[in-house]
Structures are given as C-alpha cells and as structure tokens.
C-alpha cells in the first residue's frame, strides 16, 4: 500500500502525519506528532514572524522530516496557513521552512486550508447523504465548510484564529468584561453574512475539528487529557460550551489549567477558541456539536492517495477536473471547445510520449492549462495569453500545488505567439525542471488548440506515426477539417524548434 506523508504549519502548532492507505479502507496511521511552536504570536504582534519562533518552527520540522523519511513514503505534501500567509518575512521563512522539512514549504489559501479539512474529515468520518457544516478554529483563522454527501458546497476563511484573537484582544489574566465584550463583537461581525450565504439551515450535523475542539469535548465530557483520542466523534450541545466558556473566561491562566483536559498550552488561547465555537452554532441555530479528530494532515494525506502521487497517471483527478473547469466557467470559456482541447491533448500526450519525453505528471499539466489557456479572452482579446498567465497564476486552484499552478499557468501564457525565454517574467519563476516542462508541452497545447480551432468539436480523434525527423498526426472526422488542418499545420515552426522534428497533419476519413 503506498505511504504518505503531511505536515500541517499552523499558526499555533505544526503537525505531522505519515499513513499508509488503500481504496475503500481507512487510512493505517505510521507517524504522528504535533508540537505547539506559536509561529503566529509575534506575526500579530508584529507583522513578522520572530527568528525564535523560526527557530523553533524549524527544529520541529527537521525532526519530523527523519520520521518519515525512514518510512519510505511516495509522496509528501508540506503546508503552512494563517500566519504565515500574512508574515511580512514569508519568503524568508518558507526557505528555511522548506530546507528543514527536506520538501518544498508552500503557503495555502484559506479555500485550499477548508478543502484539506473537508477532505480529512470525510477520510475520517464519512457522512454519506448528510449536510454537514464543519467548523476548524486554529490559531490564525477559522474556516466554515459546507459538505453535502461527502462533498464540499461552499466555504470561507475568516481571521477568528485562537492565538489572533487573544494577542488582539486579551491582555489581561482573566481577561475583563470590556475586552470579552470588544472580541464577542468582533467574531460576530466577521460572521455576519456566513449563514445567508451557507443556508441557515437544514444543516443536519455539525462537525468541529482542530485542537480548540478536542479540549472543549474533553473537559466537557470529562476525558483526560492524555487520552484525548477517546474524544473523537463525542457530542456536546451549545449549552455546555456556552457554559464551560463562562467558567474559563473568569479564570486566569494557572485556573484554567486544572480544568480536566485542556492542556497548559491549550489554556493560554482557549478562552477566545471556545467563543468562536460558540459563535459559529449560534449564528447557524445549530443545538450540538461533534468533534472530529481529523484535520488537514488527514485531507493532505486523502488527497495525495486521491491524485495517486506515487502511482504517476497522465490525467487529471475527478476533483481537479471540477476545479480547473469551474475557473475556465468563471471567466466564459466556452465548455464545449476546453473539453474538446482537454481531450485532444490527452491523446496527443500519450501518442507522442516518445517525442516528448515527460513524466506522466505532465499529461496534467497539459490537461488543466487546456481548460485554462483561453481564460484571458475575460479581460481582453488583445494579449489575452498574457491576461491567461495571470489570471491563472493568481488564482485560487485547489487540488493545486503552487508549484503545479505556476506549471499550469506558464504552459496558458505559451499557448500563442512566442516561445518561453528567459527574459519572461513568469517564466523566470520556474526551475530548470519545471521550464523544461513546459517548454516541451508548449507545441502540444498548440496543437490541440488547433484541431478545434472553429470552436466546432469537428475532429473525433486522432493518431500519430512517429519516424526519425517526422512525427506524421492524422485526423479522424466525418466532417470538413479543412480549418483545422491549416492550423495544425501552422504549428510546425515551433514542433521543429522544441522537438527537432517536421509535423504533417492529414485528415483520415471515418
């Protein structure tokens, strides 16, 4: 079975997660840790993230990186969130980050951060044929998710972190009536318009992941805090939270910290992670709430088994479909001609593998910009590859790693006019790797935009005949192609420049 591994860089604590997994069976848990390193208490203070923070942030991501390194794993996937997305010195950090977790460090958006969330809790705890709202407070910000049967509907990232809110708003032990009552306004602003834009209700459970929420279940239902797994899956009603919030809220830092289960780090944000708890079930009417154990490690870990990384495959995931052609509806590319230019690159890409020489990996490349590279017709005609650049690059592609979106939306800037160069601003934000991939899937695009250069959907199918110093591709249609034939022909300068080898188009009756 392949191994994965996570690490999750929040704002309060970084975690990590290694698992094995298998079709239809619930992920078999290798490694696990998490530490509380604070990363984000000097970014809210401050706007940088502080070099003892760094440190210590770094330390932790070198030890668990020998963890799973040992376990072989196929692939892994780091992540930081909150904190980090708003540190002034995030470049900075991410190289360090990335140096000591041995992988690439990427800053995920707080659509990307919900998904994972979404992901891990239904790997964990599947709800079939429910609506359920999932709630994840962490320590910069909290995401509200709307899952229907499994999937995600909707969902948003607000600034109600626990760490953020008590760095803000709580600097005295207990905190006074006036700074209680100047946090409660605040969550509630940031919440305002959330259930109109959810549906207020017909939410038949609700789901709090997160470590805010095990030590509410855990005090409430009176589990120790060493065996917090026993709280997975618990039910505590609004009453109980409201209630145990009134307590904490009136004891200072050493009184919270000899309430059964919640832990003496856990004390410190506690106060402001159950008003946000509390806050969310209120404005949606919702009575009760489960905890879940599951987080983004677990969603990092469902969506690389997902993707089969590891098991390299040429197309794209169902879910990475959906998304990438949601953003080409957003910006009116017309379905019919992105769907067929996905197709047609698909067949071109693994008919003419031994032209192009690339790793599976990159028939997805291939396919997502397919869908994407007309998306800057939406600011204009004129340039429109270039608008397609950066409406990609600047886009929220969840599914995505960054690195795979710049691929994607540098293969969209390529698709016409000249070729990569260095000069190129977009391009210069490429590895060597990466802009080998692109430049070698630069005259497939082309030619798959091409063969449906009418927008018509005219050519069925196609196959190609590869000899030395000529690839021979072949078009099957019922129909004139005459169109399209003189504009797959056109791309032959640039097949000869890339690939070093002449391209005849014909068309091969049905």
């Known amino acids: 079975m392949p191994r994965y591994a996570a690490i999750d860089i929040g704002s309060n604590s970084v975690r990590m997660e290694a698992a094995e997994t298998a079709p239809g069976t619930p992920m078999r848990i290798l490694a696990s840790e998490r530490e509380v390193t604070r990363l984000g208490e000097s970014v809210y203070r401050t706007g940088r993230i502080s070099r003892v923070a760094a440190d210590l942030t770094c330390g932790v991501l070198a030890r668990m990186a020998s963890q799973y390194q040992a376990l072989d794993v196929a692939g892994v996937r780091a992540v930081a969130t909150s904190s980090v997305r708003d540190a002034r010195n995030q470049a900075e950090f991410l190289a360090r980050a990335s140096e000591a977790a041995g992988t690439a460090v990427e800053v995920i958006s707080g659509r990307e951060e919900a998904r994972l969330v979404q992901l891990g809790v239904e790997a964990r705890w599947p709800q079939p044929?429910?609506?359920?709202?999932?709630?994840?407070?962490?320590?910069?910000?909290?995401?509200?998710?709307?899952?229907?049967?499994?999937?995600?509907?909707?969902?948003?990232?607000?600034?109600?972190?626990?760490?953020?809110?008590?760095?803000?708003?709580?600097?005295?032990?207990?905190?006074?009536?006036?700074?209680?009552?100047?946090?409660?306004?605040?969550?509630?602003?940031?919440?305002?318009?959330?259930?109109?834009?959810?549906?207020?209700?017909?939410?038949?459970?609700?789901?709090?992941?997160?470590?805010?929420?095990?030590?509410?279940?855990?005090?409430?239902?009176?589990?120790?805090?060493?065996?917090r797994d026993r709280a997975d899956r618990l039910r505590v009603s609004l009453g109980q939270i409201r209630r145990l919030y009134e307590e904490l809220s009136r004891l200072d830092l050493h009184g919270r910290r000899q309430v059964e289960g919640i832990g003496p780090r856990r004390a410190e944000i506690i106060?402001?992670?159950?008003?946000?708890?509390?806050?969310?079930?209120?404005?949606?009417?919702?009575?009760?709430?489960?905890?879940?154990?599951?987080?983004?490690?677990?969603g990092i870990i469902a969506d690389l088994a997902a993707r089969g990384v590891g098991?390299?495959?040429?197309?794209?995931?169902?879910?990475?479909?959906?998304?990438?052609?949601?953003l080409s509806l957003r910006y009116a590319v017309p379905r019919k001609h992105a769907r067929k230019v996905a197709a047609l690159g698909r067949l071109l890409f693994d008919a003419l593998q031994?032209?192009?020489?690339?790793?599976?990996?990159?028939?997805?490349?291939?396919?997502?910009?397919?869908?994407?590279?007309?998306?800057?017709?939406?600011?204009?005609?004129?340039?429109?590859?270039?608008?397609?650049?950066?409406?990609?690059?600047?886009?929220?592609?969840?599914?995505?790693?960054?690195?795979?979106?710049?691929?994607?939306?540098?293969?969209?800037?390529?698709?016409?006019?000249?070729?990569?160069?260095?000069?190129?601003?977009?391009?210069?934000?490429?590895?060597?790797?990466?802009?080998?991939?692109?430049?070698?899937?630069?005259?497939?695009?082309?030619?798959?935009?091409?063969?449906?250069?009418?927008?018509?959907?005219?050519?069925?199918?196609?196959?190609?005949?590869?000899?030395?110093?000529?690839?021979?591709?072949?078009l099957i249609s019922s129909e004139n192609i005459d169109l399209e034939v003189w504009a797959a022909e056109r791309i032959g300068d640039v097949f000869r420049q890339v690939y070093g080898r002449s391209l005849a188009v014909s068309r091969k009756a049905k």
């Open 129 to 227: 044929g429910r609506r359920v709202l999932i709630a994840d407070v962490g320590g910069g910000s909290a995401e509200i998710i709307a899952s229907e049967n499994g999937d995600m509907l909707n969902a948003v990232s607000k600034p109600l972190g626990a760490v953020r809110l008590r760095e803000i708003f709580l600097a005295d032990d207990p905190p006074t009536d006036t700074e209680l009552h100047q946090m409660q306004q605040y969550i509630a602003e940031k919440l305002d318009g959330v259930p109109r834009r959810f549906g207020a209700s017909g939410w038949e459970r609700a789901i709090a992941t997160s470590a805010t929420a095990s030590a509410v279940a855990c005090a409430i239902r009176g589990v120790p805090r060493p065996e």
């Open 354 to 474: 031994p032209v192009h020489q690339l790793p599976l990996e990159g028939g997805k490349a291939l396919e997502a910009a397919a869908y994407l590279h007309d998306v800057g017709h939406y600011i204009s005609d004129a340039s429109h590859h270039k608008h397609s650049y950066y409406l990609v690059a600047n886009s929220d592609l969840p599914g995505f790693t960054n690195r795979e979106k710049e691929v994607i939306a540098n293969l969209c800037r390529y698709h016409r006019k000249s070729l990569p160069a260095a000069h190129h601003t977009g391009h210069r934000a490429l590895c060597e790797d990466e802009a080998r991939v692109v430049l070698r899937l630069t005259p497939l695009l082309r030619l798959a935009d091409a063969l449906d250069r009418g927008h018509r959907g005219r050519v069925d199918s196609l196959e190609c005949r590869v000899e030395e110093g000529r690839v021979t591709v072949q």
């Open 311 to 326: 098991r390299e495959r040429a197309q794209l995931g169902p879910e990475q479909r959906t998304e990438v052609e949601r």
């Open 271 to 298: 106060v402001p992670g159950i008003a946000v708890l509390a806050s969310i079930l209120e404005c949606f009417g919702l009575r009760h709430l489960y905890y879940s154990a599951a987080g983004v490690r677990d």
